[in-house]
């Protein structure tokens, strides 16, 4: 006698009451094989349609249509203009990474293997070493410049706040490091100059 | 007992000594107060033209870095060019087992992988770079800026300090209402006319010291040092406010300063 829906079962047991009064109605199924009037009800009923102003509807389509259309104005007029072609993005796989791009692993001998493990220990200690010894320059600097920021303050107050202040002239100072040959005076590219014309936003 | 007279000179002696004591007493405390509120501040200007060339890689650099490409080579894909010239030859092998009469005019028509090396390579060779050792390096011209274009050079002038001549950074004496960076701006640009350089920061990077002995009565000097970055131009002596110049390496500093200065060199010249 489970499930919603209309079955008989209750039914057929209150009005055969009478009838059969020694008959018990004993059930070992959990919903036993009765006629049902309906099918197996498992949802809740339907929402009732409710009736929508037809102007506010004319505004939803009106409104859908008015984005399309901005968007379409967009397009045509951003879309002539092209991406830089330092922002083009090629599939990565495709044109770098795919399988036939691979070398073929060469095979390395054990003493070429032997002299990489044992350069690579010397490697570690040369720059452990420099490191050491640039972290000593550094300890130096700093304590040289301390020192004479206190002989500062201990003359003028003054002076010593004047050097204490940020040198924001800095910040635009550039720098070019060494190259492998120095340059060439009065060199004239056979390309032409190098005129950089990348769009800043 | 001692006579009088004696007594007398002893006492006068006495006295003597002790307005002495006491006049000296007086005389260290001024002498104290001096060094403590009043030394002479000095500016020096270390302008550094830095390595316009790169060092010499020492030899576990060299194995090092030749190894390293190496192993980037090894592990790096092929590109482009590479896969070009891969396809040549094996478009070549396959025409030559096949026994083929083609047109000939096709193959004139297209650049090879290899024609484009060989042009790279031509065109490389009409290139000379410029010589990593200058004739100044051979002629070993103090004087000169482009000398020994893999070190940094500081510049060293003959100035009178103290009544003498002495091979010294450009330096001068503080004036009342500037900073002591500014100080060390006009060192350069009075004495060293036409160089610029650009002064690190507001903050002297080390000072030297001098206390003379107390009761001397000289002044106490400090000389603070600044770090510059040479950006153009050379010193010129006809203004006569340089007897002489020169742009020396740290090594050579000591051939040409005195050692109680280079001690204090050796502070901030690594």
Sequence with gaps: ?201 | MASPSCLLCLNRCLQSHRTLWSRAKVLKGQVFQQVRHRSILYSAICVERHPIVTSVKSKVEENFSEVLSKIEEENSYLSDHEMRRMKEQRAAKSKQEVAEEDAPGAEAETVTALDLEDKWDSELKTFTAAPRSTPADLSGEQKSLGRKLDASLYLLVKQTVGGREHWVLPQASWAHGETLRQTAERALSSLCVDVQADVLGNAPVAVATYKPPEHDGEQAIKLFFYKAWHRGGDVNTKQGLVSDYAWITKDELKQFCHESYNRHLKKFIF
């Design chain 1, 1 to 201: 006698m489970t499930g919603p829906g209309l079955n008989l079962s209750r039914l057929l047991a209150s009005s055969l009451q009478g009838l059969f009064q020694t008959h018990r109605q004993i059930h070992t199924h959990g919903a036993p094989l009765l006629f049902k009037a309906t099918q197996q009800l498992l949802a809740e009923p339907m929402k009732k349609k409710k009736r929508i102003d037809p102007s506010i509807l004319a505004a939803r389509e009106a409104k859908k249509i008015k984005k399309i259309d901005k968007e379409i104005k967009k397009l045509t007029r951003f879309g002539r203009i092209l991406k830089p072609v330092a922002e083009i993005e090629l599939p990565k796989k495709q044109f770098t990474l795919a399988k036939e791009r691979q070398r073929t692993a060469p095979v390395l001998s054990f003493e070429e293997l032997e002299n990489r493990a044992l350069l690579q220990k010397q490697w570690g200690r040369f720059k452990t070493n420099a490191w050491i010894h640039q972290q000593r320059v550094y300890d130096k600097m700093i304590a040289a410049q301390d020192e004479a920021l206190e002989e500062l303050k201990a003359e003028s107050e003054y002076l010593y706040q004047e050097a204490l202040k940020v040198d924001y002239g800095m910040v635009a100072m550039r720098f070019e490091g060494p190259k492998s040959t120095p340059p060439i005076k009065d060199y004239a590219p056979p390309d032409g100059d190098y005129v950089d014309t990348t769009r800043k936003y």
